[in-house]
């Protein structure tokens, strides 16, 4: 401070023919002192030792105090009544950052509501999710480890315990401490604490060889030289925590190695005396032989005084000074019309005032020597800049502070803590980073379940459940798979379900093909060789326009089966169903007019019937058309009001989508198979009373056959349909409309063909009409 004094009083760049004055004083980190020498500053009741005549103003301008935070609260809350300000170089409790109880209070390092933030993104950083914490009982350790229990808490950090001490406890209050931190399972412990409460804390550790720990310390211990001679090096080696940044301040060591005793500075002689071991002369004082003779020459002196490789807090000291020497020089250099008060005037400069050197310190912001930018910000703190240390066991058993990165609270959040790529020596010179969690990670496939009664960093890992996945390390909720995708059977990764459908590739899509493809065959050739024998008896007498139109629509009813095949699609949903319907219609139209003809026929040789005349091929086909038009009128409301539509089913199976047409209405679509169902009862119903005809003649009987087949194959369709899953619901439905179509084509068709091909002796007008006996031939 009095080299920063010297330097602007000699220059003439800053404050130009005024001198800055000063006074020391020491409270010996007493409250009580500190507060009282801050009421003889501002009552003007301090000493003044200077040789020179000066005009000084009626009370203390400014007032650089204190070293630590609890006796700096003391000063603020004294002088703040009365807008003095006061700047600190090392008070960094946050709750000094509080303009409403503290308003002209003012600093040159960064507040601890930074550090401690730093600190629990460094402790997040290394994954450290479980952690002890101690703390100095007093303001700078209390808000400190308050700021960053609570951004630990933000980071996803617990604390396992808690403790606070000062130096003055009892010893046994630093013994249950110490036992604590033994039984802890955590590795990490984060002391919030001052460098001489560290002291008390590390002999008992010491003593009792508590090691194997990572500390992580705040500025105010980490990176203080005194600490690291002890018997406790050990213990601490791999130590990491924010420090101020080094700096330099050209002009310092000389400075200090030219003092020499004074009769102004009473401290210069008390350090005379303690680094010579002398005493200097005093009246009175002629006994002592050890005198000094203050030309004792300090360059040979090695020590903490003349050691300018480490000024974190003297840089703080400096820039203090100079703040008010810029706040005092914009004050008296202010031009009226450029002023900050009322009508940009400025004060008045022979009443200079507290309150208006505090408005002006507020408002400095100039760069130093080092480039250093030095401003306030609305809360009276600097911008917050740490280095990160890390204490590295030397070859020689020497510690060293190794900066292995910084951090800037200036910087957006995710870029504000960086390591540089130096390798980091932890707890125990090991290399590699100490594990402190309270639970393993919980690997994907799992979710953190948390254990009763106990922090959010111990959990248990509970797998996932049926359908849902966790790809991510310590994951807290499992996700649902979207409806397509499954588990996989680590349930980490969704995977796209299998696709069900019946297709051409498949041996069972080749079979019905081949089915449905030799149905139609055989029909078009059993058509072609009724179309070459159309003129022969056996053909008209079974109505050969019935047969062509019954041969047709099983041909029909073969192919619609292809349309069961294959992925679903709007107009293969809609044909199928409706093609089906109406071609079963059709045939079965023809069947039951057959059977009506064969019940005409033979009424119509009942000696004075005429019936034949009112049932005749125009009253055929009216009737065929009209039971067909039926069945297409069903189709065509379905269609309009709820035609089916290609669906994607993933109810029935978990692992596999059932790719369908959905029936749209149900009602629809049993009224379609109810409808066939009616006429094929009525058909059975008419040639079963049918069958007892002459044989001959008789084809009721084969209709018969055939339409017990038809009705057996779509009576057990029903459950079997309802109660088969997936493709095999469409293969049960492709099947029973070939097996129905194969019974009524063998059973009417084939005994004809056999008479025709192979027994033409029968296929005579003689034999058809009964006359000749089947038996003789």
């Given amino acids: 401070m009095v080299f920063a004094i010297e330097e602007v009083n000699n220059s003439t760049e800053i404050l130009p023919g005024i001198s800055l004055g000063y006074k020391i004083?020491?409270?010996?980190?007493?409250?009580?002192?500190?507060?009282?020498?801050?009421?003889?500053?501002?009552?003007?009741?301090?000493?003044?030792?200077?040789?020179?005549?000066?005009?000084?103003?009626?009370?203390?301008?400014?007032?650089?105090?204190?070293?630590?935070?609890?006796?700096?609260?003391?000063?603020?809350?004294?002088?703040?009544?009365?807008?003095?300000?006061?700047?600190?170089?090392?008070?960094?409790?946050?709750?000094?950052?509080?303009?409403?109880?503290?308003?002209?209070?003012?600093?040159?390092?960064?507040?601890?509501?930074?550090?401690?933030?730093?600190?629990?993104?460094?402790?997040k950083y290394f994954g450290w999710t479980w952690v002890g914490a101690i703390r100095s009982d007093n303001d700078y350790g209390n808000s400190g480890m308050a700021t960053f229990m609570q951004a630990a808490q933000q980071e996803g950090v617990c604390v396992e315990y808690s403790e606070a001490f000062f130096r003055t406890n009892t010893k046994e209050n630093i013994l249950r401490i110490v036992d604590t931190i033994k039984k802890s399972s955590s590795k990490v412990i984060v002391a919030f604490v001052s460098y001489l409460d560290m002291e008390v804390l590390l002999k008992e550790l010491a003593v009792q060889n508590v090691t194997g720990l990572q500390w992580i310390g705040s500025e105010s211990w980490i990176s203080n030289s005194e600490i690291v001679p002890g018997e406790w090096s050990h213990i601490l080696s791999g130590s990491m925590g924010f420090a101020i940044p080094k700096a330099k301040i050209g002009g310092l060591k000389e400075f200090l190695l030219n003092v020499r005793p004074s009769n102004n500075i009473t401290i210069f002689n008390e350090l005379w005396e303690t680094i010579f071991r002398c005493t200097l002369a005093k009246k009175g004082n002629t006994e002592n032989t050890n005198l000094c003779t203050g030309n004792e020459d300090l360059t040979e002196v090695h020590n903490q005084y003349t050691d300018v490789s480490e000024l974190q807090n003297a840089n703080n000291v400096y820039k203090a000074v100079y703040s008010v020497a810029h706040a005092l020089h914009d004050m008296y250099m202010c031009k009226n019309g450029q002023g900050p008060f009322v009508n940009k005037t400025c004060i008045n400069k022979l009443e200079t005032e507290p309150w208006k050197v505090l408005h002006y310190l507020k408002r400095v912001h100039f760069s130093n020597k080092n480039g250093e930018e030095v401003f306030f910000d609305e809360n009276g703190d600097p911008a917050a800049k740490y280095d990160l240390l890390n204490w590295q066991l030397t070859k020689d058993g020497m510690i060293e502070f190794v900066i292995v990165g910084y951090c800037d609270a200036s910087l957006p959040q995710n870029r504000q803590l960086a390591l540089n790529n130096i390798t980091i020596v932890w707890a125990q010179n090991q290399d590699w980073v100490p594990v402190s969690v309270c639970s393993e990670s919980c690997p994907p496939g799992t979710r953190k379940a948390g254990q009763k009664g106990r922090p959010v960093c111990c959990f248990d890992c509970v797998p996932c459940a049926e359908g849902e996945i966790s790809n991510e390390t310590d994951s807290v909720d499992c996700t649902k798979c979207p409806l397509e995708y499954l588990p996989n059977e680590q349930r980490d990764w969704c995977i796209l379900k299998t696709i069900e459908l019946l297709s051409f590739e498949e041996i069972m899509g080749i079979l019905l093909v081949m089915l449905s493809v030799l149905g139609t065959c055989l029909t078009i050739a059993i058509a072609l060789v009724f179309f070459k024998h159309k003129d022969t008896p056996i053909v008209r007498a079974n109505n050969s326009e019935l047969s062509f139109l019954l041969l047709f629509s099983l041909t029909l009813c073969f192919l619609c089966s292809l349309t069961f095949i294959g992925q679903p699609s709007e107009w293969s949903c809609m044909l199928r169903h409706t093609a089906f319907g109406i071609t079963f219609v059709l045939c079965i139209s023809c069947v039951l007019l057959k059977t009506i003809v064969v019940l005409m026929a033979f009424r119509a040789t009942l000696p004075g019937s005429n019936i034949m005349k009112w049932f005749g091929p125009t009253q055929q086909r009216l009737s065929i058309f009209a039971f067909t038009f039926i069945q297409a009128l069903i189709c065509t409301l379905w269609l309009i009001l709820s035609p089916p539509f290609p669906n994607q089913n993933m109810k029935y199976y978990k692992d596999r989508i059932i790719l369908e047409c959905d029936l749209g209405s149900t009602g629809a679509f049993w009224a379609v198979l109810g409808y066939i169902g009616f006429l094929s009862a009525m058909c059975f119903v008419l040639a079963f009373l049918a069958r007892k005809l002459p044989d001959n003649f008789n084809e009721a009987k084969f209709i018969t056959f055939s339409m017990l087949i038809f009705c057996a194959v779509w009576i057990t369709f029903i459950p079997a349909y309802i109660s088969s899953p997936g493709k095999f619901t469409v293969a049960v439905e492709i099947f029973a409309i070939l097996a129905s179509s194969f019974g009524l084509l063998f059973c009417i068709f084939m005994p004809k063909c056999y008479i025709i091909l192979l027994k033409p002796g029968k296929n005579t007008k003689r034999h058809i009409m009964g006359k000749m006996s089947s038996k003789s031939l």
């Fill in 25 to 123: 004083y020491d409270s010996c980190g007493s409250v009580a002192l500190a507060i009282k020498a801050a009421l003889a500053l501002i009552n003007g009741l301090e000493e003044t030792h200077s040789g020179t005549s000066c005009t000084r103003p009626d009370t203390v301008q400014a007032i650089i105090a204190e070293t630590s935070s609890t006796p700096t609260i003391g000063v603020s809350t004294s002088v703040g009544p009365f807008q003095i300000p006061v700047i600190s170089h090392f008070a960094t409790c946050a709750c000094l950052s509080n303009k409403k109880i503290f308003p002209s209070f003012l600093r040159t390092i960064p507040s601890d509501y930074y550090q401690s933030r730093a600190l629990a993104q460094l402790v």
